[in-house]
């Protein structure tokens, strides 16, 4: 059974920092994409960064320069662990918002509980 599981959410002030993790198991094909995605009260659910099994990145525009993507380099066998990690530097107020862990596994689509991040001004 494929699970995601996200912690490290929490209430920053303006300019602070925020590293949410994720680890993804129970896929028997691992993850061709890991990521994140975000939804504030009242809008819809939008890309945060996506990071793909060969390094390459994807950020909002909203978050260049400001958040970084990473997952674990090391080989690792099927049915394991996949960690990916959110580093969030430079917060501001409109980055308060619930982040969903996503992971791609051969096509199927999986998302985490969400973890609440708020960003008071």
């Known amino acids: 059974q494929v699970q995601l599981v996200e912690s490290g959410g929490g209430l920053v002030q303006a300019g602070g920092s925020l590293r949410l993790s994720c680890v993804a198991s129970?896929?028997?094909?691992?993850?061709?994409?890991l990521g994140w995605y975000r939804q504030a009260a009242g809008k819809q659910r939008e890309l945060v960064a996506t990071i793909t099994t060969g390094g390459s990145t994807t950020f909002a525009d909203s978050v260049k320069g400001r958040f970084t993507i990473s997952k674990s380099t090391s080989y690792l066998p099927k049915n394991t662990k996949y960690p990916v990690y959110l580093q969030m530097n430079s917060l501001k107020p409109e980055d308060t918002a619930v982040y969903y862990c996503?992971?791609?596994?051969?096509?199927?689509?999986?998302w985490g509980q969400g973890t609440q991040v708020t960003v008071s001004s």
């Open positions: 996503y992971g791609d596994s051969r096509g199927s689509d999986y």
């Open positions: 129970g896929s028997t094909f691992g993850f061709n994409v």
